[in-house]
């Protein structure tokens, strides 16, 4: 892999480091029994997940003894870690800090591998610069798969945290791209589907137009439900740190903005996941120079609620977010025999 350029971040993502913010979500998130849920390895590639009815924020709760894994971010060199979702234990894993290891986010593949994207800075005369990357779960040592090619000369992210990564209901993952394969995945991002075992991408759609409300503003981290929903994080007005909820359409790649995400601790986009056990959308954010706590947040009002503080090996920026969990898998058809007996 070549030089990656570190410590770049545009906007919102200067913020300093991260604190947890949880969000029980009622966006097109179907409950465990829901038949209409895609499992994420029966549902073919080139099919579309049936949307879900919306579930209910009220009474959810993080799974005590689930975590998730994230990144332990020292500026020039990273760590993977887990975090505890019921009680805000960071815990960095063995493998020594390296800037390989700075992903720009994180996702469980469906073969259960933890990949990562990452920009190594060389996109000089055409070369592919975006990078797929692969974390043991026991060392937390990243490997560099090489290039993620498709039908463009070039490809990037900005800096080392203005994009993302998810796999989405029906089993491919999705990631965030500029290329110039379209006019609109230069000045802004698209959305892109990225075989990890070929590591080739094809182009899904654009966010938004080229001088449309997403043209200027990277999408930062993603994760998808069971269904058809995306969501990412946008950042719409620097100067008063004002941060929304996005959706993202896995059939054409096209962003809405959602809600406002309150300002009382103001977030920082460094990490988003659907937890497809517990139900829960769970946001990674920043408030000061090292992570504080723990919170959920209304989807509709974007209010956040403080559950815990965090704790352990919470030094430097804790950034990025995984869950492991498969969708529940539809169940199987009913034979219905009609015996005569008359």
């Known amino acids: 892999m070549g030089a990656r350029v570190p410590g770049i971040r545009l906007g919102i993502a200067t913020l300093a480091a991260a604190a947890l913010i949880v969000l029980s979500t009622g966006i097109g998130v179907a409950e465990p029994d829901d038949p ?10 080139s099919s579309q997940p049936a949307s879900e009815p919306a579930a209910s924020a009220a009474g959810v709760q993080a799974q005590a003894g689930s975590v998730a894994y994230t990144i332990i971010n020292n500026s020039e060199t990273c760590r993977l870690a887990t975090v505890g979702l019921a009680d805000g234990v960071v815990t960095a894993l063995p493998a ?5 290891a700075c992903v720009a986010d994180l996702t469980f593949g469906p073969d259960s591998g933890l990949y990562g994207i990452i920009g190594d800075g060389n996109n000089d005369n055409g ?5 797929l990357v692969q974390f043991d779960l026991t060392t937390g040592a990243p490997t560099d798969l090489g290039t993620i090619t498709g039908n463009f000369t070039y490809s990037t992210i900005f800096g080392t945290s203005d994009a993302g ?12 791209i ?10 802004a991002f698209c959305i892109y589907d990225v075989n990890v075992a070929t590591r080739v991408a094809t182009l899904v759609g654009p966010v ?21 929903t995306m969501w990412t994080l946008v950042s719409r007005n620097e100067t008063t740190q004002q941060l929304f909820l996005v959706t993202v359409s896995q059939s054409t790649g096209a962003a809405t903005q959602g809600p406002l995400i309150g300002s009382d601790p103001p977030p920082g986009p460094f990490g988003i996941e ?7 959308l769970y946001f990674l954010a920043g408030v000061g120079e090292t992570p504080e706590a723990l919170y959920t947040l209304d989807p509709s009002s974007g209010t956040p609620t403080k559950v815990t503080e965090l704790s352990g090996d919470a030094q430097g920026s804790v950034e990025r977010l ?7 898998a539809a169940p199987a058809p009913v034979e219905v025999v009609i015996r005569f007996t008359g």
Do not use: W
């Open 208 to 228: 938004g137009t080229a001088t449309g409300p997403f043209a200027d503003k990277p999408l930062l981290t993603m994760t998808a439900d069971c269904g058809t």
């Open 178 to 187: 500029a290329t110039n394969e379209i006019l609109g995945c230069g000045p």
């Open 36 to 45: 209409s849920a895609d499992s994420t390895t029966t549902t073919a590639p």
């Open 274 to 280: 659907f937890d497809r056990t517990s139900r829960n």
């Open 96 to 100: 020594a800090a390296s800037s390989l």
């Open 127 to 131: 070369a592919l610069n975006v990078h």
């Open 165 to 176: 990564i998810a796999t989405g209901g029906d089993g491919r993952v999705y990631a965030t």
């Open 322 to 328: 995984a869950i492991q969990g498969t969708c529940p």
